[in-house]
């Protein structure tokens, strides 16, 4: 048996916008101008501008990864936390209450600043360090090891 189609479409067909209101009222995105970023540079152009005025253009500029120094840097707190284990491992070494640690071996490149110093340590192989990590390590009664440039 033939299911038979609802008579107001019928009715409709022929008729300019077939009871949705205007023309484009019952496409995909005709309501609302397109889908996404559609007529961002024409009719909705002042509504991107408005949420993002740097949409467009360019902005900055992205170093060469040749140029950028990828170091392997620590805060000189979690040095002297991790200093027991280093022992442990046979990372570094201990005499009387002074910690020998050799941060070329650890793979450290640069020693920050940050954290707590409660150990006396005596640093080996730094390739950079801050001057607040050196005045916590020297100010405890530690040493540095630097290379002379």
Excluded at 5 to 31: D, P
Excluded at 35 to 47: D, L, Q, R, V
Excluded at 63 to 92: C, F, M, S, W, Y
Aim: glycine share 14%; aromatic share 6%.
């Amino acid at each position: 048996m033939q299911k038979r189609k609802s008579k107001k479409i019928n009715k409709m067909r022929g008729r300019r916008a077939a009871g949705y209101g205007f023309s484009a009222g019952h496409r995909a995105s005709g309501q609302r101008g397109g889908k996404g970023m559609a007529g961002s540079k024409k009719h909705h152009y002042i509504k991107v501008m408005q949420e993002n005025p740097r949409y467009f253009g360019k902005w900055g500029f992205k170093r060469p990864q040749k140029v950028i120094d990828h170091l392997v840097t620590l805060n000189i707190g979690d040095i002297d936390e991790a200093a027991d284990r280093l022992v442990e491992r046979g990372a570094a070494t201990m005499t009387g209450k002074r910690y020998n640690i050799d941060i070329s071996k650890i793979g450290i490149d640069r020693i920050l600043g940050s954290g707590k110093v409660t150990r006396k340590l005596n640093l080996v192989g730094v390739k950079a360090i801050t001057p607040r990590a050196r005045e916590k390590v020297t100010g405890i009664g530690g040493t540095i090891d630097l290379p002379e440039e």
